[in-house]
């Protein structure tokens, strides 16, 4: 290979560059110390000119007195002796008197004679201190960046790292060491690292290395480690491959402390998909859980069981104990039905006292439901101890099957519900399996509350009044108020057209809320046209009774000057066994106080203890008119009625027979002591303006005032509904 020959460059272009295009102060001196060339630099510094300064004046005369003296003692020998100085500050001083700091260096050679020629590089010392003032402001400022660093790496808990892949030496900053509890000093190697992961975490970190190194694509994963300290953390760990002549040499990274948002994302997601109380699945989780087991069920062709799980008793543990009993029932039954269940089962707090299990086929075949389902019926029934009490809850469960009983989720769900519903119905406490007939009962359940949400948005509810009378004299003694609906059509119907609705809480609250207005109005037009119908009875529901009917019944008579005498409250026999005493009893002996008559309805026909009748304010009993009417037909009736009226005297509680209908049943009744009587021997339930017969133009009833009317406004149906 040839070389190129590069030119001399010409003296005078050499002399032009350095010395008069120069930007600092540069001069040569003879072996006399006379100055022999000059930059323009060195001239305007000077305030004179070339001829003035060329073959004229030495270095030292340059310089203030001071310096000349200096220059002559010191400098000029270390010239001669050293062959130079290196930037020693000196004055230069011009012909004006202006004075400038300089910085000069100096290189000689020394002559034969003991004299030096040199050369003399001078600067402004202005700008040496400008420099060395920046220079410590950059040093001051990669100082500060250091510092924010370390501060950025302890507050982000980010520490950086090196391997050396020969020698599997790791190097660390001061954070890596505090992020594994380490000994400031000498880092681990990579086994010593690897060793404070657990197995698996350990295996995909050296996995992941030597993945990096064969492919030279980035580090990036997260692992668990214990610290030197016997601390868990997660830590998430990326570094990039470097190499050395094509090979790779080295792992440069950094690596972070990422517990506290590991733990954020495990807080998040519980809060997403579990029930704080139960610690099982809450009902948004379930939901998606029982679209991908369906989906899965589907593609193997298997089987899918459902199970919904309602605990009953559990609204009176909360009455009666408190809500922080509840929430220990809640958590002591979920604990329970979770020991109970296969591993592959899915469980679920569906709200309140409601869960839900999702059994895959091999659980979920017949047999293994009933077994399963008694083992929880089981667990759950044994009491449940808090502070000083016991709280007991049995558990009613509703199974429905794919692709048996329905092929989507929503159908699953709502057939499940059914046969649930169907349990509760029929006395709670037990399992119930869906079948076809159920559709049927609910789609009349759904058309009945139906009827009854769209007959309360346009005020179509509306009380019927039978009259109840003195069997003594058959002299009129109040009414009952029955809750009707008037029909678009000009019809009316009766209870057993929405008689499902009763068991919905909220179509219930509904009508006994629309009979408490209505009778309400209608007792103060009665009282505006001097009319007294005598007390009206209201039937009152569970859900109506736990709602807040009785504040809102006194508040209602309140507003409207009425008597209590004017109300009596009737409560069926089932309420009692829905709620506890220490539940019902406020409400009870609120009403006693404001001066309202209780009574006890459909006596006979539940299960009621007879301690409600000793300790609730009841006032009266009816008998229930399935005894009445079967008064000719079984005799064994007769001795249940005259067995209920003797018992109610001896507790100083009147009587009411329902469904007198007969002459013969009236003789027998008043023979044996009832006191009053309804039916429809004495008048079939009649709208407001049809109760008196009569004129009363003023009040604007539209009817006759006079005796209560015996006739019926509507075909013939069983008294009493």
């Known amino acids: 290979m040839t070389m ?16 008069q295009d120069a930007p600092c102060g540069l001069f040569l001196t003879d072996e006399a110390g006379v100055i022999r060339a000059v930059s323009d630099t060195m001239l305007a510094w000077m305030e004179r000119t070339r001829d003035e300064v060329v073959g ?64 003399f590089v001078v600067y402004g010392a202005e700008h040496r201190r400008l420099y060395e003032r920046e220079l410590a402001a950059m040093r001051a400022a990669a100082q500060t960046r250091i510092c924010w660093l370390r501060q950025v790496e302890t507050m982000a808990g980010i520490g950086a790292w090196t391997l050396d892949l020969s020698t599997r030496r790791l190097t660390w900053s001061d954070q890596m060491f505090a992020l594994h509890d380490w000994p400031v000093g000498d880092a681990p190697d990579l086994d010593g690292l690897l060793a404070l992961l657990d197995g698996p975490w350990r295996d995909r970190l050296a996995s992941d290395i030597r993945h990096t190194v064969e492919t030279a694509s980035p580090l990036d994963v997260e692992v668990e480690m214990v610290t030197a300290r016997g601390r868990r953390r997660v830590v998430h760990a990326v570094a990039e491959l470097e190499k050395e002549g094509g090979k790779p040499c080295r792992l440069v990274g950094v690596l972070q402390d990422v517990t506290e948002r590991h733990e954020d994302q495990k807080r998040l997601w519980r809060g997403a998909h579990i029930d704080d109380l139960s610690g099982a699945a809450n009902r ?12 899965r069920a589907k593609r193997d062709r298997a089987a899918l069981t459902l199970l919904l799980l309602d605990l009953d008793g559990f609204k009176e543990v909360n009455d009666t104990l408190g809500h922080q009993a509840g929430d220990q029932v809640i958590r002591t039954v979920a604990q329970r039905i979770r020991d109970l269940l296969p ?65 989507q989720p929503t159908d699953l769900f709502k057939c499940a519900d059914m046969a649930l519903y169907k349990v509760k119905r029929s006395g709670r406490g037990a399992l119930g399996r869906f079948s076809s007939e159920l559709h049927s009962v609910f789609d009349a359940r759904r058309a009945a509350i139906e009827k009854v949400r769209c007959a309360a948005r346009d005020g179509r509810i509306v009380p019927f ?18 809750v009707r609906i008037t029909n678009p059509d000009g019809t009316v119907s009766g209870p057993a057209d929405f008689a499902q609705a009763f068991d919905d809480a909220e179509a219930a609250r509904t009508m006994d809320g629309r009979v408490l207005e209505g009778v309400v109005r209608d007792l103060a037009r009665w009282r505006a046209a ?8 209201l039937n009152v529901s569970e859900a109506s009774l736990q709602g807040g009917y009785v504040d809102r019944l006194l508040a209602l008579l309140a507003e409207a000057d009425l008597p209590a005498s004017a109300i009596e409250v009737e409560i069926v026999e089932t309420v009692l066994l829905g709620t506890d005493s220490r539940t019902t009893e406020p409400l009870f002996a609120k009403l006693h106080r404001a001066g309202i008559s209780i009574a006890l309805d459909d006596f006979g026909t539940g299960f009621a203890s007879l301690s409600h ?59 044996t002591g009832c006191d009053a009587g309804q039916g429809f021997l004495f008048g079939a339930a009649l709208p ?22 015996s006739g019926s406004a509507e075909p013939a149906r069983p008294a009493s509904v």
């Open 343 to 407: 591993a592959e089962a899915f469980f679920a707090r569906l709200g309140g006292d409601e869960f839900a299990i999702l059994l895959p086929s091999s659980t979920g075949d017949g047999a293994g439901v009933e077994r399963l389902a008694g083992e929880i019926q089981d667990r759950v029934r044994a009491p449940i101890p808090h502070e000083m009490h016991r709280a007991s809850v049995t558990v009613s469960i509703g199974a429905a099957s794919f692709p048996a009983d329905a092929e």
């Open 688 to 709: 407001f303006n049809d109760m008196f017969a009569g004129p009363c133009d003023a009040a604007g009833l539209g009817g006759v005032e006079g005796a209560p009317r």
């Open 613 to 671: 009748l000793r300790d609730l304010p009841i006032d009266t009993l009816k008998l229930d008119k399935s005894f009445v009417l079967g008064l000719a037909a079984k005799p064994q009736n007769r001795a249940i009625v005259r067995s209920v009226v003797d018992l109610a005297h001896n507790l100083c509680l009147s009587v009411v027979a329902e469904g007198i209908e007969t002459e013969e049943a009236c003789a027998f009744l008043r023979a």
């Open 530 to 537: 001097g009319l007294s119908p005598g007390p009206i009875s």
């Open 284 to 295: 948004s989780w379930f939901q998606r859980e029982q679209v991908e087991a369906l989906v």
């Open 465 to 482: 009044y039978q009259p109840k009378v003195r069997l003594a004299d058959r002299t009129s003694c109040g009414h009952e108020a029955l």
């Open 56 to 119: 004229r004046l030495r270095f030292q005369d340059t310089l203030t007195a001071a310096g000349r003296i200096y220059a002559e003692t010191h400098l000029l020998p270390m010239l001669r002796k050293r062959r130079g100085f290196q930037e020693i500050a000196m004055t230069l001083r011009s012909p004006s008197g202006i004075e400038r700091s300089v910085l000069v260096t100096a290189a000689g050679r020394g002559g034969s004679d003991g004299s030096d020629a040199a050369a």
């Open 4 to 19: 190129a020959v590069l030119p001399i460059p010409d003296p005078a272009c050499i002399e032009r560059l350095f010395f």
